[in-house]
């Protein structure tokens, strides 16, 4: 159904005005809401407008490039490592199955982050913060300080290294969650660590029969920064039922700043990703992770694997939650194209790039308009 803005129902003043929009979008939901308040109504070019939209959720989906991680660790590596090399190259992400993170871990993860975001408000109020630097942070939409146009989306956000000093500022309720999170945290990492090994061998840049071989200092290099001192964000997402799915958006189009993200989704659909200049959806495969490649993967492949922008849709009936692992370097580290990469034929591509630079460019945007990798590209 299109909306135009004259036929946006509006709550009355005196319940618009008694939001807090601050406290997020479940505690709305708490206090009764049968519209979508202004601060969350997208401009018309922006929403999911089902009846406008070349590629309208219903009935477009995206099959994306599944790797077996399995089959990474046998015979045929070479093989799994081209479709990978297809899949970063041509799509920016893919469905990656049999990683071997125990069941048990996956499951206990999603419920203890459903039953955070059944707690009471003044609860989960305990972990607002405002400051980025917070190792536990609970939020609403992208960036509530800023933001013009809110998002349908309350998160939690964990700094998960290094674990020892950030665990204590973690959520001690619901009481199995922080033992759950920890043992979630640890799997992600181990398997985010094999994976990157396979993309640096995709590039060439990681040949695992020439470990001594000059050529690979640059990759032995950013591995072994990844792994001893490398960034690791978890953030809870959580996506109330929407009155109004058409008007908002639970996350606008982005990519991802980092290295790699490993998403797990519940069963509910809302993802979508734009491939050849359509908004597709993304089906969850129960067991699968979705991987995707991040703002500093393209810059370090100098172009080659591709961060692409995503969105999520929100529904009228069901609740959705996602937990995104962001891997990266150090907070305080530089990423650069890998001088293998950069040819006269392929030049460099890409500034310089640390995460100050990410947080001047997310305090200078609106909630829009989230294309980071964009602002790194080089005339």
Not at 134 to 151: A, E, I, L
Not at 179 to 197: D, G
Not at 363 to 372: G, H, L, R, V
Request: charged residues 20%; glycine residues 4%.
């Amino acid at each position: 159904m299109v909306v135009s803005a004259g036929e946006i129902r509006r709550d009355d003043s005196s319940l618009e005005n008694s939001y807090n929009y601050q406290k997020g979008v479940k505690h709305m939901c708490e206090n009764g809401i049968k519209h979508v308040p202004r601060k969350y109504i997208f401009p018309a070019a922006d929403r999911p407008n089902v009846a406008t939209e070349k590629t309208p959720i219903s009935g477009h989906s995206l099959k994306l490039p599944v790797i077996d991680f399995a089959q990474l660790q046998g015979p045929n590596r070479s093989q799994v490592l081209e479709s990978l090399a297809y899949a970063c190259e041509n799509y920016g992400f893919f469905q990656l199955v049999n990683h071997g993170i125990p069941e048990e871990i996956i499951n206990n993860m999603v419920n203890v982050s459903k039953m955070f975001f059944e707690m009471p408000f003044s609860e989960r109020e305990k972990y607002m913060s405002s400051d980025m630097y917070s190792p536990v942070r609970y939020g609403t939409s992208f960036n509530q300080t800023n933001d013009g146009v809110f998002c349908w989306r309350d998160f939690l956000k964990l700094i998960c290294s290094p674990l020892p000093d950030v665990l204590p500022y973690w959520p001690s309720s619901p009481p199995q969650f922080r033992e759950s999170a920890v043992s979630y945290a640890k799997e992600t990492k181990s398997l985010f660590e094999m994976v990157v090994e396979a993309i640096l061998e995709s590039l060439g840049l990681n040949n695992i029969e020439k470990k001594t071989d000059v050529e690979n200092e640059e990759a032995a290099s950013l591995l072994n920064e990844l792994e001893q001192d490398g960034s690791q964000l978890m953030v809870v997402n959580c996506y109330p039922p929407c009155p109004q799915p058409d008007l908002t958006l639970g996350m606008p189009p982005h990519s991802d700043y980092g290295f790699l993200t490993l998403l797990l989704q519940d069963d509910v659909e809302g993802l979508q990703i734009l491939h050849r200049d359509h908004w597709l959806a993304v089906h969850p495969v129960p067991g699968s992770f979705v991987v995707n490649v991040g703002d500093h993967l393209e810059i370090f492949s100098n172009g080659r694997y591709k961060s692409v922008l995503h969105r999520v849709l929100v529904n009228t009936m069901k609740y959705r939650i996602s937990v995104a692992s962001l891997h990266s370097l150090p907070f305080t580290s530089t990423v650069r194209p890998a001088a293998k990469l950069i040819t006269d034929t392929n030049p460099r591509r890409y500034k310089d790039t640390d995460f100050a630079s990410f947080l001047d460019y997310i305090k200078t945007c609106d909630s829009t308009k989230k294309n980071f990798i964009e602002s790194r590209k080089l005339n």
